[in-house]
């Protein structure tokens, strides 16, 4: 019995009021969620910054990512910002870089942004513990800028040794930065969306979307993120088929 199924009203309920919030009207279909997106059987959150630097990967990525000073970031910093939820995630949610609210507490998508993101995924059926959620720089822009490049370049190796320790089946990249960190790309955001890319030297799938910051600016657009989340559901489930038919 997956975790939805032992709650189905409160689910149910839940699931309206986040669609309701991300300004999908509740009579329209949900997305067709595989039992496996929602199984809630993972393993518990990863501790943010593990006292613990023995030889795991994770605990020497961490370390690395706690001291790094690879570039002028480090010196502004509160705190970096590494990641959130399960390391052996099928669904891996990139952003672009930590804000106030994260630099302040050390978890990516804490602010009001987060909330929003919460709401699209908890409508596809995921949480912050189910997937694990990261982004493509680990220490906040002044100002909540654009990352420069020096940046982004500087912090590249983190973020693909992350997704190499989790292996995902799918990335879901929120805004253009991440998409265009993570494909390698300089499109537009409209023409990344809709399609399935993969992640460069792998057969991982990348879906684009929307940052929710900007589906904050302009609410209007929701309909377009839920499209698609709904896209990426599919392409989920169609590998998961895959998988099994070819077992
Ligand atoms: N925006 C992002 O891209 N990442 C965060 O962690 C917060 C806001």
Redesign the pocket.
């Known amino acids: 019995m997956t975790a939805a199924e032992g709650n189905d009203t409160v689910d149910d309920a839940q699931r309206r009021a986040y669609l309701t919030a991300m300004g999908i009207p509740v009579w329209q279909s949900r997305a067709p969620v595989g039992d496996a997106v929602l199984a809630d059987s993972a393993a518990p959150s990863a501790p943010m910054q593990s006292p613990i630097d023995g030889g795991d990967p994770w605990s020497i990525l961490r370390a690395e990512v706690r001291e790094c000073t690879r570039c002028a970031l480090h010196s502004s910093r509160t705190q970096t910002?590494f990641g959130v939820g399960n390391e052996r995630a099928e669904w891996l949610i990139i952003?672009?870089?930590?804000?106030a609210?994260?630099d302040r507490l050390g978890?990516?998508?804490?602010?009001r942004?987060?909330k929003l993101l919460d709401n699209m995924l908890f409508a596809i059926g995921l949480n912050r513990r189910t997937a694990y959620?990261a982004?493509?720089i680990k220490c906040r822009p002044p100002q909540n800028r654009d990352p420069l490049p020096d940046e982004v370049a500087s912090c590249a190796g983190y973020l693909r040794r992350q997704i190499q320790l989790i292996k995902p089946k799918l990335i879901l990249a929120?805004?253009r930065?991440?998409a265009h960190d993570l494909l390698k790309s300089a499109d537009s955001l409209a023409n990344l969306r809709g399609k399935i890319h993969t992640y460069p030297g792998s057969d991982i799938p990348v879906i684009v979307t929307y940052?929710?910051?900007y589906l904050l600016r302009s609410p209007g657009e929701k309909h377009r993120a839920w499209e698609d989340l709904k896209f990426a559901v599919s392409v989920y489930n169609n590998a998961a088929d895959h998988a099994t038919n070819s077992a």
């Open positions: 910002v952003g672009e870089a930590p804000g609210e994260e978890e990516p998508f804490v602010g942004a987060g959620i982004n493509v929120v805004g930065v991440a940052h929710p910051a």
